[in-house]
C-alpha cells in the first residue's frame, strides 16, 4: 500500500472513511435520506464501484478479510480509521462492527490508489435491456386512441386537458362541466410510467402495465375513477366530495391523502399501502381504515393489515427499485414490467433481497446489484433473462 512520508495520502484517506461510513450505515441501516442519496451516487458513479459495493457489503467477505489483514503493519491507520468512522447504531450491526468497518475503509482505499489507478476497467460486451421511459395512450370518449408520447410538448387535448412531454404529464383544467360524466381512459403499456392530473387537482402517478379511468370533470356528490395495475395518489382535499378508487370489487375511499394500489393481475394480493392521512379499503361487507405506515392485502376471502415500509413501496414513483427483504419473484416481476422482459427459472430459488437502485439504469446493472447477494444469477439473451442459483 503506498503512502506519503509513511503516510496514507490525506485525500484519498478522506475519501475512503467517508465512504466506508455510507457503506457501513448501509450494512446498519443507519443512513439518512441525504448519506443515501450520496451512497446512491457514488454506487452509480461506475461499474467498478457497483461491483466494490456489493463486495464490501457481502458479511463473507468481511469475514475473510478480516483474516486476510489481521496481520498486516497497518496498526496506525486502523487506529486512525476507528477514531474516524462513527456509527449509530449498536445494536443491529454484526458484532465486530469496527473491525469490520476498518475493512472496508483500507479496502476502499486500496481500490482507490491502486486498482482504480493502474488498472483500466474492462467491461465484457454483453446483451443489455434499456429501463422504461414516459409512455402512455388515451382512449377519448368517442374511441379516439391517442399515443401521448407521440405528441409534441405542450399539446391542447380536445379542450380539456394539455400534454406536458418534459415531464411526461397530462394535465386536465377541471373547467369542462356538462351534466352528463364524460370519461377518458390513460394507459400505460409495460416499459412506461406516465403522470396524471385530474380535474380537481388530485395526482397520480401511473407505473408500467397501468391503467386509470376517469372523468373529465367531477360533477355530482363524489369523485371517482377506476384503476388497474399500480397507481400512487395524491389527494386534493374536498371533504364535500369524497374521493373513491375502485379497484375490481374493492373500493379506496379517502379525503385528503397520499397512498399506493398494486392491483396487478400476477401479484398474490390487492394491497393499499398508505403513506399519509387515512383511508377506508372495503370489500363487500368487510372494511378497514389505514392509518400511515400500514397496508390492506386483499384477494377472495383474505382480507388482512400489516405494517410496511411505505416509502420502500412507493419508491417506484420517485423512478427507483427499493427492495426491503423483497421476495426474489415479486421483484422480478418488477422488472418484467419495467424493462419489459420475459424472466424464466431455470432453479428453484426462494430468497428474500435488499437493493435500491435508480430505475433509468440498464437492467444488467439491476441485475449485477442483485447477484452481489450470492443467492441468484441471471443470464440475458435477447429479451429474456435467465435466473439460476
Given at each position: 500500500?503506498?503512502?506519503?512520508?509513511?503516510?496514507?495520502?490525506?485525500?484519498?484517506?478522506?475519501?475512503?472513511?467517508?465512504t466506508a461510513y455510507l457503506v457501513a450505515g448501509h450494512i446498519n441501516a443507519t443512513l439518512n435520506e441525504e448519506e443515501r442519496e450520496e451512497l446512491d451516487n457514488w454506487i452509480n458513479a461506475s461499474d467498478a464501484n457497483m461491483r466494490l459495493f456489493g463486495e464490501l457489503t457481502d458479511e463473507k467477505n468481511i469475514e475473510s478479510s478480516l483474516e486476510a489483514f489481521k496481520n498486516m503493519q497497518v496498526e496506525e491507520d486502523l487506529q486512525k480509521t476507528k477514531r474516524q468512522i462513527q456509527f449509530k447504531g449498536k445494536t443491529r450491526f454484526w458484532q465486530y462492527a469496527v473491525a469490520a468497518s476498518v475493512i472496508i475503509a483500507l479496502s476502499i482505499y486500496i481500490y482507490m490508489t491502486q486498482f482504480q489507478k493502474d488498472k483500466p476497467e474492462i467491461i465484457a460486451e454483453v446483451t443489455d435491456i434499456s429501463p422504461g421511459t414516459d409512455k402512455a395512450t388515451l382512449t377519448l370518449d368517442n374511441g379516439t386512441v391517442i399515443q401521448l408520447d407521440q405528441l409534441s410538448n405542450d399539446t391542447s387535448i380536445a379542450g380539456q386537458a394539455r400534454i406536458f412531454q418534459d415531464k411526461g404529464t397530462i394535465i386536465y383544467d377541471g373547467k369542462v362541466s356538462s351534466g352528463e360524466l364524460v370519461y377518458h381512459t390513460l394507459r400505460i403499456p409495460r416499459k412506461g410510467h406516465y403522470q396524471l392530473q385530474l380535474p380537481d387537482g388530485s395526482k397520480v402517478w401511473l407505473n408500467a402495465e397501468s391503467s386509470i379511468q376517469y372523468p373529465v370533470s367531477f360533477n355530482g356528490t363524489e369523485r371517482k375513477v377506476i384503476v388497474t395495475g399500480e397507481t400512487y395518489f395524491e389527494i386534493a382535499k374536498d371533504p364535500t366530495k369524497p374521493f373513491k378508487?375502485?379497484?375490481g370489487d374493492m373500493t379506496v375511499e379517502a379525503l385528503g391523502t397520499q397512498f399506493n394500489i398494486n392491483a396487478y393481475d400476477d401479484e398474490p394480493f390487492v394491497t393499499t399501502t398508505l403513506a399519509e392521512g387515512s383511508v377506508l379499503v372495503t370489500k363487500g361487507t368487510t372494511e378497514n381504515i389505514l392509518r400511515p405506515g400500514q397496508q390492506a392485502q386483499v384477494k377472495d376471502g383474505i382480507f388482512k393489515v400489516i405494517n410496511t415500509d411505505a416509502a420502500a413501496v412507493a419508491a417506484w414513483k420517485n423512478n427507483e427499485f427499493k427492495f426491503s427483504d423483497t421476495p426474489l419473484d415479486m421483484i422480478?416481476?418488477?422488472?418484467?414490467?419495467?424493462?419489459?422482459?420475459?424472466?424464466?427459472?431455470?432453479?428453484?430459488?426462494?430468497?428474500?433481497l435488499n437493493a435500491r437502485i435508480d430505475r433509468n439504469v440498464p437492467v444488467s446493472k439491476l441485475l449485477y446489484l442483485l447477484e452481489q447477494t450470492g443467492h441468484v444469477h441471471f443470464n440475458i439473451e435477447g429479451n429474456t433473462i435467465k435466473v439460476r442459483k
Amino acid at each position: 500500500m503506498e503512502k506519503a512520508n509513511g503516510h496514507m495520502p490525506a485525500a484519498a484517506l478522506k475519501e475512503a472513511y467517508r465512504t466506508a461510513y455510507l457503506v457501513a450505515g448501509h450494512i446498519n441501516a443507519t443512513l439518512n435520506e441525504e448519506e443515501r442519496e450520496e451512497l446512491d451516487n457514488w454506487i452509480n458513479a461506475s461499474d467498478a464501484n457497483m461491483r466494490l459495493f456489493g463486495e464490501l457489503t457481502d458479511e463473507k467477505n468481511i469475514e475473510s478479510s478480516l483474516e486476510a489483514f489481521k496481520n498486516m503493519q497497518v496498526e496506525e491507520d486502523l487506529q486512525k480509521t476507528k477514531r474516524q468512522i462513527q456509527f449509530k447504531g449498536k445494536t443491529r450491526f454484526w458484532q465486530y462492527a469496527v473491525a469490520a468497518s476498518v475493512i472496508i475503509a483500507l479496502s476502499i482505499y486500496i481500490y482507490m490508489t491502486q486498482f482504480q489507478k493502474d488498472k483500466p476497467e474492462i467491461i465484457a460486451e454483453v446483451t443489455d435491456i434499456s429501463p422504461g421511459t414516459d409512455k402512455a395512450t388515451l382512449t377519448l370518449d368517442n374511441g379516439t386512441v391517442i399515443q401521448l408520447d407521440q405528441l409534441s410538448n405542450d399539446t391542447s387535448i380536445a379542450g380539456q386537458a394539455r400534454i406536458f412531454q418534459d415531464k411526461g404529464t397530462i394535465i386536465y383544467d377541471g373547467k369542462v362541466s356538462s351534466g352528463e360524466l364524460v370519461y377518458h381512459t390513460l394507459r400505460i403499456p409495460r416499459k412506461g410510467h406516465y403522470q396524471l392530473q385530474l380535474p380537481d387537482g388530485s395526482k397520480v402517478w401511473l407505473n408500467a402495465e397501468s391503467s386509470i379511468q376517469y372523468p373529465v370533470s367531477f360533477n355530482g356528490t363524489e369523485r371517482k375513477v377506476i384503476v388497474t395495475g399500480e397507481t400512487y395518489f395524491e389527494i386534493a382535499k374536498d371533504p364535500t366530495k369524497p374521493f373513491k378508487v375502485e379497484v375490481g370489487d374493492m373500493t379506496v375511499e379517502a379525503l385528503g391523502t397520499q397512498f399506493n394500489i398494486n392491483a396487478y393481475d400476477d401479484e398474490p394480493f390487492v394491497t393499499t399501502t398508505l403513506a399519509e392521512g387515512s383511508v377506508l379499503v372495503t370489500k363487500g361487507t368487510t372494511e378497514n381504515i389505514l392509518r400511515p405506515g400500514q397496508q390492506a392485502q386483499v384477494k377472495d376471502g383474505i382480507f388482512k393489515v400489516i405494517n410496511t415500509d411505505a416509502a420502500a413501496v412507493a419508491a417506484w414513483k420517485n423512478n427507483e427499485f427499493k427492495f426491503s427483504d423483497t421476495p426474489l419473484d415479486m421483484i422480478l416481476r418488477q422488472v418484467a414490467r419495467w424493462y419489459d422482459a420475459e424472466i424464466v427459472y431455470e432453479d428453484k430459488i426462494v430468497a428474500h433481497l435488499n437493493a435500491r437502485i435508480d430505475r433509468n439504469v440498464p437492467v444488467s446493472k439491476l441485475l449485477y446489484l442483485l447477484e452481489q447477494t450470492g443467492h441468484v444469477h441471471f443470464n440475458i439473451e435477447g429479451n429474456t433473462i435467465k435466473v439460476r442459483k
